[in-house]
């Protein structure tokens, strides 16, 4: 099964709008983690939540987690052309014992541009 | 601290030759993830190591794949008798623990001509 898939795969926006993207997944997670990756480049690492937490911050960034619906949002406010770049959650899940595990599963991730 | 290291940037290689893609991993990382990725794909979990050992290799390819991360040197992931299917970016990522976030590399471009 297809763990992180983003929604919507493109979103077009103008400067200074808020992009919101959201992210499902089906199995239970230990954390779920936001990334950004511009065309040819490596991911960066945006925010990571935890399963125990409902809300985070940083920045223009705000990430909610509803794990009772298994899905996430990220949330960039007063968006900038340098935003335009391709938006992936991933899911941490924890191993039999119930600690983390290390791996993480990557969705399709979301295409954003923002227009200047 | 110099960040995750990849290298070649590009490989070219031929049909059944053999590529070996390197990582060094940030400074105090011991957790090395290997991940490919097809143009306007997602990135997909190929194998998980930590030194000297494979932790998860549950994505890579039974046959021609293989990885290592060596008490001393880089991790190398290594693709025999190479195919076009395996045309992709290759992306190396480091964490110093579980449940942190990763720090990728910039990717190795593989080519087979």
């Known amino acids: 099964s297809q763990q992180g898939e983003e929604d919507p795969q493109a979103l077009s926006i103008q400067e200074g709008e808020n992009a919101t993207m959201n992210c499902s997944y089906k199995?239970?997670?230990?954390?779920l983690q936001w990334y950004r990756q511009n065309s040819g480049r490596g991911l960066v690492h945006l925010i990571l939540?935890?399963?125990?937490?409902r809300e985070k911050h940083s920045g223009r960034l705000r990430v909610t987690l509803d794990t009772s619906k298994k899905s996430s949002s990220l949330l960039i406010t007063a968006s900038r052309a340098a935003d335009t770049a391709s938006y992936f959650c991933?899911?941490?899940?924890?191993?039999?014992?119930?600690?983390?595990?290390?791996?993480?599963?990557f969705g399709q991730g979301t295409i954003l541009t923002v227009h200047p | 601290n110099a960040g995750v290291m990849q290298n070649p940037r590009h490989l070219v290689r031929r049909r059944g030759q053999e590529a070996r893609l390197r990582c060094s991993p940030m400074?105090?990382?011991?957790?090395v993830y290997w991940y490919r990725q097809l143009p306007e794909e997602g990135l997909k979990f190929m194998v998980y190591?930590?030194?000297?050992?494979?932790?998860?290799e549950s994505g890579m390819p039974k046959e021609r794949f293989s990885a290592e991360f060596p008490k001393e040197g880089p991790s190398i992931l290594r693709i025999q008798q190479v195919v076009r299917g395996d045309s992709a970016a290759y992306f190396c990522?480091?964490?110093?623990?579980?449940?942190?976030?990763?720090?990728f590399g910039s990717g190795t471009r593989l080519t087979v001509v």
């Open positions: 990522a480091s964490s110093p623990r579980t449940a942190s976030g990763y720090t």
């Open positions: 199995t239970s997670i230990n954390n």
């Open positions: 939540i935890r399963s125990n937490e």
């Open positions: 991933a899911t941490g899940h924890a191993n039999a014992g119930g600690t983390s595990y290390g791996k993480l599963t």
């Open positions: 400074k105090g990382h011991s957790h």
């Open positions: 190591l930590q030194k000297e050992n494979i932790i998860d």
